[in-house]
């Protein structure tokens, strides 16, 4: 028997065995690979390898995707990795935490099945009305599953990959969650950069996304990034994804980083979080207005009875816009380029 029969049963990857199992928990169970490297599935869709050896101050990698069921090509990407590193072609040298965020929600094809389970890390997953979710509890398991990971990890990274909703003037691009006075170390742009990724937002504010959570509860350097466009499994263009799956797999094996040839990664900075205020809250951007779409200065973005936004003494762009979010969640995001680089 192979490696992933011996895991995941015949004829089985880890994503099949994912899908298989979607809506029941998996028994925890290990698989040492020939080099050593201690592989265990966690639980559905959770993995943590680790190498035979590591150094003392060895980086500890979390690596997640499907935290939205239906953004299927970072999916795939973490599986090909999975696949040739249980094929044995090659050796991983860092310990990795691998997680396919909603297993239900994708098995479905959808982005969530009761609520957006990125909005309930940090701790949201507690509060009311939302506690009970399958969102909510799949969190809560991520949270303690991340927490027992980082444990003896003096330097964590998170990258958290997600596909858009809608097109992209800037096609990949990444979020760099809120922590006063704390800068995006040079070494993170260089791995953004390799991955094809040469756009950076700031954010703002502390929020309750999973990278947030890493960030701030667990000190991680984490991103959270947008690879290209949502597609159902099997209608991805997979070579689209070849920089992330390359960077990464570079990453895993622990060989240096390539050189970025002096390229700069551009960074916006979110001005304003769009929020769905209730029955009188009307959002004046088109529904198919494509992500980093520029408005100029007063431009109405969005009224309500009480208030309203409108575009500051620069151009803004905005980026996530969606209406179809329940009252109090986000509707999009305002940004602003940054001059420093
Ligand atoms: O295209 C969209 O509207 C959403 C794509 C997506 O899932 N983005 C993440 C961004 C998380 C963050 O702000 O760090 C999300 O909305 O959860
Ligand atoms: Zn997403």
């Known amino acids: 028997m192979t490696p992933r029969q011996r895991l995941f049963g015949t004829d089985k990857d880890w994503l099949a065995h994912t899908l298989d199992q979607a809506s029941s928990s998996t028994a925890e169970a290990t698989l040492i690979l020939a080099d050593g490297c201690a592989v265990s599935l966690l639980d559905t869709g959770i993995l943590r390898l680790v190498p ?14 499907g935290i939205h069921g239906n953004e299927t090509a970072p999916i795939e990407v973490l599986n090909t990795l999975v696949n040739e590193l249980l094929d044995g072609q090659w050796s991983l040298s860092i310990p990795v935490l691998m997680i396919l965020g909603n297993p239900p929600a994708m098995a479905r094809g959808e982005r969530f099945i009761e609520f957006n389970m990125n909005r309930l890390f940090a701790g949201a997953h507690e509060k009311r009305p939302y506690h ?179 575009v500051g003494a620069a151009p803004e762009a905005i980026v996530f816009p969606n209406r179809h979010v329940p009252i109090g969640q986000r509707v999009g995001l305002m940004i602003r380029p940054l001059t420093d680089d």
């Open 52 to 65: 035979a050896r590591t150094a003392s101050d060895d980086h500890h990698l979390i690596i997640s995707a």
């Open 132 to 310: 009970d979710t399958p969102e909510a509890q799949r969190a809560r398991e991520l949270e303690q599953t991340c927490l027992q990971f980082r444990n003896a990890s003096k330097h964590l990274l998170h990258y958290d990959l997600h596909t858009a909703i809608r097109p992209s003037i800037r096609e990949k691009f990444a979020l760099y969650p809120f922590v006063p006075d704390r800068e995006v170390p040079v070494a993170q742009c260089d791995f953004l950069l390799e991955a094809g990724v040469d756009t950076l937002l700031l954010q703002h504010r502390t929020g309750t996304t999973f990278s947030s959570f890493t960030s701030v509860d667990l000190g991680a350097e984490s991103f959270t990034i947008e690879l290209g466009e949502v597609r159902p499994f099997g209608h991805n263009n997979l070579s689209r994804f070849e920089g992330i799956t390359r960077a990464l797999r570079r990453l895993m094996k622990g060989e240096p980083a390539p050189g970025n040839g002096g390229q700069h990664i551009t960074r916006f900075e979110v001005v304003h979080e769009i929020i769905n205020t209730g029955d009188q809250f009307h959002f004046l951007v088109p529904d198919d207005i494509a992500n980093f779409t520029s408005y100029d200065p007063g431009t109405l973005i969005w009224q309500d009875d009480r208030s309203q936004y409108k």
